[in-house]
């Protein structure tokens, strides 16, 4: 129906409202009517309430699976170096949640490390730059709860340019970020120059 | 005095149409001050910054809708008179902003389209107030034709980049939780009411900030999905929220109606939710510490309007203070969490002004002057998204101060010839 045919329609109907008695009929049930304020003859729910006083709190991380990576080990706590850096797991077949950001879950940005390799083999995160969108990325948690993650971007970035904001910044959206090396490496320094960081969303 | 206050009703959404092109023409009204005006990024205008108070009027838009639906179900004419003007006073605002977000051509379609989407909301809720079942199928039939215009309009805004059918849902959705929350609300269950009510507030937030990403270049819309805007975005809503539902609680402990109980329970949801927050941000004991704090204002609020229902102006003295403690204890607490970037001082200059303006909304509805109570409700919301703003930018400041310094190194180099050449 054309816009201008449903407000002539609509006024005929509000005319048709403003000419007949209004209001509920007659013996009919509904809410109560407000009138003015009576004082007050026996305690409402009012007088008693009280506000919150908790909030859904989130567990621990425990565990990371990530089935299509082969990814299932347990998650240790990482937290900052002296300089202000992160810390990095020492054993590179296990990953790391920064425990200075939110627990996965929560809302905010959750982060967990994993190493790409050791000085002898892969690490747990060897195969995180192939990871594709829609990918599902489980992490358990202390109270037995799963937080389900989707991928949904996948970048490599050099490490001086290390996208602090987009991966740590605070928001509120319940995320989570992946990271480890890649590109080439470095000998001098002893390190790859680049950064794997692979993002994901609620499931 | 029932049909007057209909008639008033209605005229006051239809002449909500020309208000709105009118204000186009007009300079932006000014942000409202607020004492962090120092420390705060003034709007710039920048379409982020517009985009993010299209959100916050397209949410007072449902909340508003929503209590001018309730009100025609409780046959509550002067009630809904008020609850119109308010809602008359959100279109020209948000008639305004499509002007400078998207152009006077793109406004002066909208605003026709939205005004007939709530005069149809209008129709819908006094069919429900009168029983009407043909009045309330024939107001179905022309939201869903508006449902339809409306989609038509923001999917062709959106050049290729909203779907019409996602456009259509979206609608659709919005709609349907204003009609199931004064389906819910006529039938007297109120707590389902409530929860279509806060999930209808939620949803069309958001929406406000889903079209304005569809509608604006992507060259403008970028910057929205950064996290600095997602927690502008964010914490807005979470205390426009606040804002919206302690209006609600308060109004339902000054007139002691059944529905209190519903709106108290959305109230406590929201300051937890404000808690979960906190815990994201700056930790658990933090957010215990603010929860315990913050708890304290809405109990007071909430204690001072039950108050005036029992004539009790002991009880109505005691709340005040607890909440002068509040604003003091308060302003310490956030000064602390934000490293100072918000004083004290103008910490608890805002929290006074917010109190004070939620304790002259219940004196409003203890008097039965509504439209004294919209006003100042819509003066409260204002304040609150400017409030939010500024503690969102110091909250993410001061996160930020302490991230991770640059990137992880997460490689010993044992597979350097394997990983180089992918």
């Known amino acids: ?203 | 005095m029932r049909t007057i206050g209909y008639r008033i009703g209605a005229v006051a959404v239809l002449t909500a149409t020309a208000t709105g092109v009118a204000a186009l023409r007009q300079e932006p009204a000014p942000a409202p001050a607020h004492p962090f005006a120092h420390t705060a990024a003034a709007p710039a205008g920048a379409p982020a910054d517009l985009a993010v108070r299209f959100e916050a009027l397209l949410g007072q838009h449902s909340v508003l809708a929503a209590n001018m639906m309730r009100s025609r179900v409780r046959g509550d004419d002067d009630f809904a008179q008020a609850a119109n003007a308010s809602l008359g006073q959100n279109t020209t605002d948000m008639t305004a902003l499509v002007g400078r977000l998207f152009g006077t051509a793109t406004a002066e379609k909208f605003e026709p389209l939205w005004s007939q989407h709530i005069v149809a909301l209008f129709a819908y809720a006094g069919a429900l107030a009168n029983h009407d079942d043909a009045a309330r199928e024939e107001a179905r039939d022309e939201l869903a034709g508006y449902e339809i215009d409306l989609a038509e309009f923001f999917a062709a805004g959106s050049q290729g980049r909203l779907p019409p059918a996602t456009a259509r849902s979206l609608v659709v959705l919005h709609v349907q939780h204003l009609t199931g929350q004064a389906d819910a609300y006529a039938a007297g269950d109120y707590t389902r009411s409530d929860e279509q009510f806060r999930q209808g507030f939620q949803h069309t937030y958001d929406l406000g900030l889903g079209l304005a990403k569809a509608l604006l270049p992507p060259s403008d819309s970028g910057v929205l999905s950064e996290p600095v805007w997602r927690l502008r975005s964010q914490l807005g809503k979470l205390l426009a929220e606040h804002a919206v539902l302690i209006g609600d609680a308060t109004r339902a402990a000054v007139t002691r109606t059944a529905d209190f109980t519903a709106s108290a329970r959305m109230l406590n949801a929201n300051t937890s939710d404000l808690a979960a927050a906190m815990d994201t941000l700056f930790g658990s004991a933090a957010a215990r510490r603010f929860q315990q704090l913050w708890g304290t204002h809405v109990t007071a609020l909430v204690s001072y309007s039950a108050a005036g229902a029992a004539r009790d102006p002991a009880r109505q003295r005691e709340a005040r203070a607890r909440l002068d403690k509040f604003h003091q204890d308060m302003a310490v607490f956030l000064a602390g969490a934000t490293n100072g970037r918000a004083t004290p001082a103008a910490l608890r200059a805002a929290l006074v002004e917010h109190d004070h303006m939620l304790l002259q909304h219940a004196d409003a509805y203890a008097a039965r002057d509504y439209p004294e109570a919209h006003e100042i409700a819509y003066r409260t919301y204002d304040h609150m998204s400017s409030l939010a703003r500024t503690l969102a930018d110091a909250f993410g400041a001061s996160v930020a101060a302490r991230l991770p310094k640059g990137a992880a190194q997460t490689g010993h180099g044992g597979l350097a010839d394997v990983v180089g050449h992918r």
């Open chain 1, 1 to 203: 129906m054309p816009v201008y045919a449903r407000i002539t329609g609509l006024a005929v109907a509000l005319a048709l409202v403003l000419a007949a008695p209004s209001g509920r009929p007659e013996g009919a049930a509904g809410p109560p009517t407000p009138s003015v304020v009576p004082p007050a003859a026996s305690p409402a729910p009012a007088d008693s309430f009280v506000s919150s006083s908790s909030y859904p709190s989130v567990a621990l991380p425990v565990r990371l699976r990530i089935p299509a990576l082969r990814v299932d080990s347990r998650l240790i706590d990482l937290g900052l170096r002296p300089d202000g850096s992160i810390e990095v797991p020492g054993d590179a077949s296990v990953p790391g949640w920064y425990d200075g950001g939110p627990r996965p879950g929560q809302p905010g940005p959750a982060v967990i490390l994993g190493h790409v390799d050791s000085k002898r083999g892969p690490g747990v995160f060897v195969d995180l730059y192939r990871v594709r969108p829609g990918t599902l990325a489980e992490v358990d948690r202390a109270d037995g709860s799963t937080a389900r993650f989707r991928i949904t971007e996948v970048s490599r970035v050099a490490k001086t340019r290390f996208p602090t904001d987009l991966v740590y910044g605070p928001s509120l959206d319940p995320t989570l970020r992946l990271v480890t090396c890649g590109g080439s490496f470095d000998h001098s320094s002893g390190s790859y120059r680049d950064n794997v960081i692979a993002f994901a969303e609620a499931a």
